[in-house]
């Protein structure tokens, strides 16, 4: 089966997830998704046969907007959703982050999204005018479903990802993932 086709499947079919997705999209951000964990945890839950998803310690909404790249407007964005919905929303305009992250500047979310520490961290989900639900995923949705934890080549700082596989929990949570780098 095709592995898109399978996450936006499960996405479907978890409602805490559409909801999620209908708040974001009512934002109108542009090139916004709900990436990070959003999708990545989805994958590994389902991999590794959990029956309830592992809770999500907050929901990233990314977007790119070159025109508002204070975080004053990510602020308030995560007010107005916290004022409709009770999920843990973190807001971050990927136009910005090339100075927080010492890159060139990006040139869109999914290019933004191609600088992040792990392959499989880099994949999220939007819907679009339509209502239809698209995954964006600059490396394909195909290390998702490897059993991976994979170092970003454009990372290159092992420390940074040995931290983040340390400090999130990714082995315990999820102990058929391996270290690929």
Not at 27 to 38: D, I, M, S
Not at 75 to 86: A, P
Not at 128 to 143: H, N, Q, S, Y
Request: charged share 25%; glycine share 6%; aromatic share 10%.
């Amino acid at each position: 089966m095709d592995h898109e086709v399978l996450i936006k499947q499960w996405i479907m079919s978890d409602p805490d997830r559409m909801a999620a997705l209908t708040t974001a999209a009512a934002q109108k951000l542009p090139g916004w998704c709900l990436a990070a964990g959003f999708v990545r945890n989805l994958v590994w839950d389902k991999l590794h046969g959990f029956v309830t998803s592992t809770p999500l310690n907050d929901i990233d909404l990314i977007y790119f907007d070159s025109d508002g790249v204070g975080d004053s407007r990510d602020r308030e964005i995560e007010r107005r959703l916290m004022g409709v919905s009770t999920l843990p929303w973190s807001v971050k305009n990927q136009a910005r982050m090339h100075a927080r992250n010492g890159d060139y500047p990006y040139t869109s979310t999914e290019d933004a999204m191609s600088f992040w520490v792990e392959v499989e961290t880099a994949v999220g989900a939007a819907l679009d005018d339509r209502g239809e639900l698209i995954i964006m995923a600059p490396f394909g949705v195909k290390p998702l479903f490897n059993y991976t934890i994979t170092l970003n080549p454009k990372r290159p700082k092992r420390t940074d990802f040995d931290a983040r596989v340390y400090n999130k929990r990714w082995l315990q949570t999820w102990p058929k993932l391996v270290v690929s780098v």
